[in-house]
């Protein structure tokens, strides 16, 4: 008989959020090694907008997954245009940290991520002006727990 148990703690959301260039990214096993960390970006993103998502999708062919890593950077400054900027057609494979501390990698050096930003002003006064971002791509397998690469 399989038994899944109930977790210690199952804490929703993202905690912070790394963008990879896949070229500077290898894993063996859960230990993640970036060889040069000068075009890697830790992104600030506001709290309670961070998401990790991984639909499956079943084809002939096989199966995939939707990879999908987002947030809001809140907003409209040269650091964050030109870092948006500077990440765009890159491909990247991002390192996050979920709610309950574990870190995760998705995406690979085969099935990369790619960079999609928005800027948003909002309708009212009181809305969030700031980037709206999502890395996402089809990958062939699901987004692997690592050790604390940083």
């Known amino acids: 008989m399989n038994t899944l148990t109930k977790p210690g703690d199952n804490l929703g959301g993202l905690l912070?959020?790394?963008?990879?260039?896949?070229a500077v990214y290898s894993r063996s096993g859960t230990t993640v090694t970036i060889s040069d960390d000068t075009d890697v970006y830790a992104l600030y993103c506001t709290p309670e907008s961070m998401q990790f998502s991984e639909p499956q999708v079943e084809t002939p062919g096989g199966i995939y997954y939707n990879t999908s890593v987002s947030g809001f950077i809140p907003g409209d400054t040269e650091a964050a245009l030109a870092a948006i900027n500077n990440m765009a057609?890159?491909?990247?494979?991002?390192?996050f940290q979920d709610g309950n501390g574990n870190?995760?990698?998705?995406?690979?050096?085969?099935?990369?991520?790619?960079?999609?930003?928005?800027?948003n002003?909002?309708?009212?006064?009181?809305?969030?002006?700031?980037?709206?971002?999502?890395?996402?791509g089809e990958t062939i397998?699901?987004?692997?727990?690592?050790?604390?690469?940083f």
């Open 16 to 22: 912070k959020i790394w963008a990879v260039p896949k």
């Open 89 to 95: 057609d890159k491909k990247y494979v991002v390192i």
């Open 103 to 119: 870190y995760k990698a998705a995406g690979t050096g085969f099935y990369p991520l790619k960079l999609k930003a928005t800027l």
């Open 121 to 136: 002003s909002g309708k009212n006064v009181a809305d969030l002006a700031g980037w709206e971002i999502s890395f996402a």
């Open 141 to 149: 397998h699901r987004a692997v727990k690592v050790d604390n690469p």
